[in-house]
């Protein structure tokens, strides 16, 4: 009957020229943002800074148009992959560069994208005068508050998501001690960290982010206790977010979706928020047909979990092509991870991503 009526109606506006996609009501998901379910946000990192600052190459977003188009054709989300880090944003204590972080947030805008900022809390790519300088705890305290207030404060209004707290248990789920804020002012700070993050933007979902909490285990449990505790005092945490970089050496995450509903229980969003699945490479540097294959359904096992779960709402991958990939830098001997070749060709895990998108969608 419905069939029927969609024939019915596809048929004069064909004879007109016109897409048969209206009809259908759906669109017809071309790309990965326009597959996607409404509420559901698809987002990539933006290539810039950390490791791009040593490759023959200069910076990513900045010059390379073709890379643009694709990052504003295929995506509705963005996320900073270094841009906004402490390092970054406030090389100096009493400087702060925003502009290349600027620069993304205006395109996202120009190109109707939310943008994911990363990061306020971690351990990782701080900036020389933090790491080694000498501050009381009242200092440190105040620069880590008016290090969010300055930073929030000054995207207020356009950011969807911050990751507030990132990768702060180890492998045991206990506290990391290699993040200053935490051994020098004890966890409670973490709590602050997102109260001050509130206050600067009320409108942002404020996340903790970690990797290695795709499976159950200790370091889901650490979180899910935090959680449950920083709500019980009712500090603004809206989401728990799985960064998802995979290898192919471990298996597919398949137990994921019950880790994010253990979340999503309480109340709050969950998403996916840089996921890559890497592997090791033939000699001849190039993936069989069937790592590729294997690679496309760890994908897709990863965007399942996150539609089997209600409040997860945010899906990114940890850049779109492989000719920017951070994996090869920091996994020597692994590669490949994206869905996309140096050139911007589709892989498989591209495909298998947009057919998912789109069954969900309807
Ligand atoms: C990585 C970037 O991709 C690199 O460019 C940089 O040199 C190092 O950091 N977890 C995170 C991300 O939260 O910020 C990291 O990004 C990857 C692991």
New binding site residues.
């Given amino acids: 009957m419905r069939k029927a009526l969609v024939a019915f109606l596809t048929l004069p506006l064909l004879a007109l020229g016109a897409q048969p996609a209206v009809a259908h009501g759906h669109g017809h998901g071309k790309t990965l943002r326009a597959a996607a379910p409404r509420d559901l946000r698809i987002g990539s ?1 933006v ?7 040593d490759q023959p190459y200069p910076d990513p977003f900045t010059y390379d148009r073709p890379y643009r188009k694709v990052l504003a054709r295929e995506f509705n989300s963005v996320s900073p ?2 841009q906004m ?1 402490w390092e970054f944003i406030h090389p100096e204590r009493n400087r702060y560069n925003f502009g290349p972080a600027d620069a993304i947030v205006r395109f996202a805008r120009a190109n109707g994208q939310v943008v994911r900022g ?2 306020l809390l ?1 351990h ?2 701080n900036p020389a005068w933090l790491n080694e300088g000498t501050f009381t705890k009242a200092e440190l305290r105040s620069i880590l508050k008016s290090h969010i207030f300055t930073v929030v404060g000054h995207y207020r209004g356009q950011i969807q998501q911050w ?1 507030v707290a ?2 702060i248990f180890n492998e045991n789920g206990e506290y990391r001690q290699e993040n200053i804020f935490i051994a020098e002012l004890g966890p409670g700070i973490v709590a602050d960290a997102f109260r001050w993050a509130h206050q600067a933007d009320p409108k942002a979902q404020l996340f903790l ?3 290695g909490v795709e499976w159950p285990g200790v370091k889901v449990d650490a979180y899910e206790s935090l959680a449950k505790q920083l709500l019980a005092q009712r500090v603004p945490l809206h989401g728990f977010a799985s ?1 998802a ?1 995979l290898s192919m050496r471990y298996g597919a995450p398949d137990q994921l979706a019950g880790v994010l509903q253990r979340f999503d229980d309480l109340g709050l969003h969950t998403a996916i ?2 996921l890559d699945v890497r592997m090791d490479l033939p000699a001849s540097g190039v993936p069989t047909a069937e790592q590729l294959t294997t690679q496309a359904s760890y994908y897709k096992t990863v965007l399942d979990a996150c539609l089997a779960v209600d409040g997860c709402n945010s899906f990114t991958i ?2 779109f092509t492989d000719k920017y ?2 994996v090869p ?2 996994f020597p001997s692994e590669g490949a991870a994206t869905i996309m070749w140096d050139d911007f060709a589709k892989k498989p895990a591209y495909y298998t991503l947009r057919d998912t998108l789109r069954a969900a969608r309807r």
């Avoid at 290539?47 to 600052?53: L, P």
């Fill in positions: 990192a290539a810039g800074g950390g490791h791009h600052v992959e270094n880090k990363h990061t971690w990782s790519q990751d990132n990768e982010n970690d990797y960064q970089h928020t840089e940890w850049g990939s951070w830098v920091f």
